[in-house]
């Protein structure tokens, strides 16, 4: 088939990939505008576009589908079909219309559970156990086309949210493969979503990270890796910003006896954390902090630097 790709970040690459692996032309590769990025604001490609110049692959990067001449630029291509993995703009219906075998879109989640743009994200803060991707037909809607495909994929204890969506996506890759030739030979059907289970998630702001210590300990590092890398977890502390960049839960410190209420900074005797911070149920322990303006240190090198911390109430 004749796919117009689009995608921007690395995640999308593995997908565009296997595309052509399985004989599908990639005819071209719609992607996000060029940004600024670093401290130095170098003007960045995407991921995508990237890859598809080492290619020889036409690279479009339009600001708005709203002009005519945007649609019709895409119409000259003459995809069969579109695929969308990670792209990060909806799609208007002139969009949406164009190809005659539709749009396949790449959902990382087991639809309808967790539609909208931090599906992962979600998935780790609400601990579930099993993760997954989901290939669906595009409609106007947010992730609430019909499905053509699924696969489950287990949740790890370890897993952050940037491991996990390259782990979904590379199995996706494969999935969206062997859906797209599925569905050229009419061997698949799409299944309509069972609407009333569905859970939305939201962009994430970098306030999302402020540690509130009522939270459980458990729920405490499941935040810590459900926003790495971004914007991780931090809380405040005489005045500053303390970022908290390796936290763990761990089932019993030996600290039963403890008195302080949530934010109260305490050793922690046992265990690969050497300071743990109180928390509406448990003690999280931090492996590595950073104080703000400062380089990213392990908790023994941040308590020689700051022994008051012991002792001190942490703010969100």
Known sequence: MRVLFFGSPGYAVPVA????????????VVTQPDRRAGRGGVVTPTAIKAWAQDRAIPVLQPRSFRPAEAVAHLATMSPDVIVVAAYGRFLPPS????????CLNLHPSLLPRHRGPSPVVETILQMDAVAGVTVMLMDEGMDSGPVLAQEEEPVLPEDTAEGLTWRLFRRGASLMARTLEAWDRGDVHPVPQDHERAT?????????????????????????????????????????????????APPTVGLGSASGGPGLVVRLPDGPAPVGVVTGDGVLGVQMLQMEGRRPVDALDFLRGYPTFVGATLTS
């Open 95 to 102: 969009v949406l219309q164009m190809p005659p075998r539709g």
């Open 200 to 248: 939305f998630t939201r962009l994430l702001k970098r306030e999302d990270g402020a540690a509130d210590w009522r939270l459980s300990a458990a729920a405490l590092a499941a935040k810590a890796r459900a926003y790495h890398p971004w914007p991780g977890i931090h809380t405040q502390w005489d005045g500053r910003t303390v970022k908290l960049l390796e936290v763990s």
């Open 17 to 28: 990939g296997a595309l052509i692996a399985t004989g599908h032309q990639v005819v071209g």
